[in-house]
């Protein structure tokens, strides 16, 4: 399952698929990148990260890429379990002084057993 | 041994009323955070503060104030609460103020009748 953009607040998937999480980022000076996880009655949890002298980097189960050119982000969940069920946010910092942190809207995933 | 503590969970109040969220983090993390989650999962950073000094305060009514007393803690007190106050609010806590990784807390439901 995919989502596009931040267009389509809601992926739902079965079980052991595939999820891609897209986020499309505003300021093309950014060059830090986080993925968290939000469930349910929980604060915002750190999934993986990218700097953006990277295009892709991957962690236990999730990959995240990075494209400059079109400034977006990608979430990839292999083998999705019921546990990923979430909202999804990507943030976006910029290099200088104090970092700021941009969250996206998010994306809520459902997986289905 | 929770790395981020905030207190109350859940904050039910009058309009008019005045009010304080406490955040301690045992991480020994030099720089933390405050922002407010909308009814739409909308994630906003309000103030950053290190070691006991503010550094980001972004547009926020001054019925806000934060108050970091040591740099282990940072408490926001509201004055005057409005009915547009209700959200839940995060405390969250970075090594620095330099591009690192934000640890969350649990949240504080603040509801405003």
């Known amino acids: 399952g995919e989502s596009v953009g931040l267009h389509l607040p809601t992926l739902s998937v079965q079980e052991g698929d595939n999820s891609i999480i897209n986020c499309a980022y505003s300021n093309s000076a950014s060059d830090y990148f986080i993925w968290y996880k939000q469930e349910s009655g929980k604060g915002p949890q750190f999934i993986i990260d990218?700097?953006?002298?990277?295009d892709k980097r991957q962690g236990q189960r999730v990959t995240v890429l990075l494209n400059k050119t079109v400034k977006h982000l990608s979430l990839q969940i292999a083998a999705t379990q019921p546990g990923d069920s979430a909202v999804y946010f990507c943030a976006e910092m910029l290099p200088g002084g104090s970092y700021i942190p941009t969250f996206g809207r998010g994306t809520s995933l459902i997986v289905h057993p | 041994d929770t790395a981020v503590s905030q207190t109350p969970k859940y904050l039910v109040t009058q309009m008019g009323n005045d009010k304080s969220i406490k955040c301690e983090q045992n991480?020994?993390?030099?720089?933390m955070y405050w922002y407010k989650q909308d009814s739409k999962k909308f994630l906003k950073i309000m103030f950053s503060y290190n070691n006991k000094e503010l550094i980001i305060n972004e547009t926020v009514p001054n019925r806000f104030s934060p108050k970091s007393p040591d740099k282990a803690h940072l408490n926001l007190h509201i004055n005057s609460l409005e009915l547009g106050d209700s959200a839940v609010y995060f405390c969250a806590s970075s090594p620095d103020q330099g591009g690192e990784t934000q640890y969350f807390g649990p949240g504080t439901r603040l509801l405003v009748l």
């Open positions: 991480l020994g993390h030099d720089t």
């Open positions: 990218i700097r953006s002298n990277m």
